[in-house]
RNA sequence: GGUGGGGUUCCCGAGUGGUCAAAGGGAACAGACUGUAAAUCUGUCGGCGAUGCCUUCGGAGGUUCAAAUCCUCCCCCCACCA
């Protein structure tokens, strides 16, 4: 492989901080090398926060190497304090059972797994067997809590109120073991991860230069935040998921597309795979092909993360309810985005069904905008529509109690709009 | 185990008998301005077909015309002592 992984990462934004540049760097010249990323089972899927991670790993193997995705099986039994103010709640192994399989099946869509390409492994498999006593002699005699207490992972733990279990206290050490069990059975000699992960990486290496005077290699990446400060991955429902049921392709889009005008290039490096020499420089733009630059960041994203044809129908949806789907052909060239507006029939618009009937009766605004999802309560929706952000195929709602009713329909069906950008579409059945 | 301090609406945090659906901030939502961006200003921000009714202040009881506020018991958290 031509590219040293170093670089790649280094140029797309992925490093904050890594160890022993030098022999790390000549260490990734040799193909076929294996590294990991831990990942915790806390939830059924991984949302945007992991992505980072993830394209790490698929970047590595995109240079020829071969990534281990670790599911933390046996350290989610424990949890991990790093730079959490609270002591997270501890799961029943079923739940950290079933969570596993749903993040196996997230990371084969990003990284390729078939002929020994890459691997996924549980570190339940060695740690729920270990014996105490055992552990201690042969680990736990490698740490100091001297120096333990001062690793900045457990410092604001330390410092609260709620203070550090011993459970969690153990944590690094179980992290530790972990690297070293995959540096004995698959000469796993790097692991990266998120910046809060540096004290727990190098108490890895640090257990690999004790117990097998070897060297090992730890790479962190920056905490990925939006330019507005806020933390990746939040939208207004929540978290943003990977899981289709959890978020909806066309949410994930849309979440894509609202990036900030500050964050595009940066999230086109760390999210897509598009050439570095197409994206440099797209920060520049600005208005209408700003949002075309948008546009196909949403596009590449929804598609490495649901397939093609879910992130066409994501960017056809927009299209058609924002219009302008416009992608002039000299952005970003080597995205597959289509570049002309393609209103389809196809299009996945959040959509429901009323029942000629109801509509016959004719239905309270308010109540439609509430049942479609629109708005939380009855009283939101009342308060939408008195504060005019209340549109039906694309009139103001002028009074809440408006009966919406078979007039309304347009070929089969009827646009709601809440604000500016949710749209849900009702189909008459 | 002892002593003291706490648990308030999505989050932080005020409130120590009625004027409390509960200050203030954050988040969020809507309007104006825009480019499905940011910033700014304004409004909203428990539920209800609604100038009223209902449910909320760790849990269960109680006192009172009236309780987030007082009393009893219980649960949980924190600090110091052991």
Known sequence: MSDNLIDVLEERGFIEQTTHQKELREYLEEPGRTCYIGFDPTAASLHIGSLVPIMALAHFQRCGHVPIALVGGGTGLVGDPSGKTEMRKLLTREAIEENSVGIKSQLSRFIEFSGGRAMLLNNADWLCGLEYITFLRDIGRHFSVNRMIKAESYKMRLESEEGLSFIEFNYMLLQAYDFLTLYDRHDCRLQMGGSDQWGNIVAGIDLIRRMRQDTAFGITFPLITTSSGAKMGKSEKGAV??????????????????????????????????????????????????????????????????????????????????????????????????????????????????????????????????????????????????????????????????????????????????????YHKLLVS
Do not use: C
């Open 241 to 422: 998921w990977l899981d289709a049921r959890r978020t909806p392709p066309y949410e994930y889009y849309q979440y894509w597309v609202n990036t900030d005008d500050r964050d595009v290039e940066r999230f086109l490096a760390l999210f897509t795979f598009l050439p570095m020499s197409e994206i440099r420089g797209i920060g520049k733009l600005e208005g209408a092909e700003l949002n075309a630059a948008k546009r196909v960041l949403a596009y590449e994203t929804t598609r490495l993360a649901h397939g093609a044809e879910e992130a066409a129908k994501a960017f056809q949806a927009a299209a058609a309810v924002f219009g302008s789907g416009q992608v002039d052909p000299g952005i970003l060239p080597s995205s597959g985005i289509h570049r002309q507006d393609q209103t389809s029939a196809a299009a996945s618009v959040p959509h429901s069904h009323v029942s000629l009937d109801e509509l016959q009766q004719g239905i309270p605004a308010f109540k439609l905008f509430h049942q479609a999802g629109l708005a939380a309560s009855g009283g939101a929706a009342r308060r939408l529509i008195e504060q005019g952000g209340a549109y039906v195929n694309g009139n103001r709602v002028t009074a809440f109690d408006d009966l919406i009713g078979v007039d309304s329909v347009i070929d089969g069906e009827i646009m709601l709009r809440s604000g500016k950008k949710r």
